[in-house]
């Protein structure tokens, strides 16, 4: 059935689609660069199609688990050039003020449900290093 995205760890493509230059950008260094390559095939006229038949395990964080909040902070650093690339500056600007308000706010609250200093230590390293630009 057609979906709006896959995953990237587990995705096919056409042979017309691999013909995209450049297929993923490289300033993404985390995560969005599936979101974004799915966003320029979309663009292009291609669809994305989900088969339940296939079953694929992806672990997800795999190394980058122990380097919790360096990893959120290039998830944040990634996310912010998709919506500088992908949004108009309103939405852009929306979106910076929910990821420095909001969204720590939030992960914060659910390292402290769950009891763990730890976790909270590393949001707050991350969103540190991410609004230095570090």
């Known amino acids: 059935r057609y979906v709006d995205h896959v995953m990237g760890s587990f995705m096919l493509l056409r042979r017309e689609a691999i013909g995209l230059q450049p297929l993923f ?10 979101l974004d390559l799915r966003k320029r095939l979309h663009d292009a006229g291609f669809r994305s199609y989900f088969d339940a038949g296939v079953q694929v395990s992806h672990a997800g964080g795999g190394t980058s688990n122990q380097i919790r909040a360096r990893r959120l902070f290039y998830s944040l650093q990634s996310r912010q050039q998709y919506w500088k690339k992908h949004f108009s500056t309103a939405g852009y600007m929306w979106l910076q003020l929910c990821a420095i ?6 992960r914060i ?3 402290i449900l769950k009891g763990s ?3 909270v230590a590393e ?4 969103y540190r290093l991410w ?4």
């Open 25 to 34: 950008d490289e300033r993404f260094f985390l995560y969005p660069d599936d």
């Open 101 to 106: 308000t909001l969204e720590p706010l939030a």
């Open 109 to 111: 609250g659910q390292a």
């Open 117 to 119: 200093s730890a976790q």
């Open 123 to 126: 949001v707050l390293k991350a």
């Open 131 to 134: 609004l230095l630009g570090k």
